[in-house]
């Protein structure tokens, strides 16, 4: 479903991404592992159209979708829930939602009956704004926010950052949830147990290139955590 091939970008003359190669097939959750600083949130941003790339080819059902700006790419079918839940602090929850789905454009009733019936812990705190919730909560609204769009492909960065263990589980739950519908997904993760809770492929990616490809179970090799993954560049 998604193929990205040779995918170069960065940040003025800074070089971050350097020949990111991967794909990620129909109905599949691929994790992505690395440092910090390898270039994973900048994959996401770039494969989202939030930074341009300066050279590849991104393919999404086999439309070549590199040059196309990010409200085209959503149309397509790309949801994004960025690192650090960046929803409305000021707006309530249900106005979050609303505007995610003003910019999607289509009938708004609809899909939020749907979004939050998939959300319950959402359901009773509609009024509450979104900078008054729990970090896990806004985590939650986030995800919920890029469903409005109605997505095929979600990429995910760091969903569980700061969140604790018990809304972790429901993460989990959820995106399993999503996945038996038939949503894609690119996860970046640091929590070991949860890439491996919803991941069909790892992929590690060092200096800005995907370099090896393993199976979830190998996370349970503490020597090869060690080498791969972790704080320090
Ligand atoms: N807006 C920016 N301007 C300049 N450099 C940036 C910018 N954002 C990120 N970088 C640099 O690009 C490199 C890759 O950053 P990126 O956020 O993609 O890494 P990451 O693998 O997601 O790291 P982390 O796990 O810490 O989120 C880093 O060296 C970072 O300092």
Redesign the pocket.
Known sequence: MLDVGGLVS???R?G?LHGADLTVGEGSCVGIL??????????LRTIMGLLPARAGRITLDGTEIQRLPTHARARLGLGYVP?GRLIFPALSVLDNLRFAILAKGTAEAAILEEILDGFPELKRLLERPGGALSGGEQQLLSLARALCGRPRLLLLD?PTEGIQPSIVEAMVERIHGLRRRGLSVLL?E?NLDFIQALSDRILL?QRGRITREMPPAALADPALVQEFVGTHA
Do not use: R, S, W
């Open positions: 960065g940040y003025g800074i971050v690395g440092h910090n600083g390898m270039g994973k949130t900048t994959l690192q760091e970046v640091q990616i």
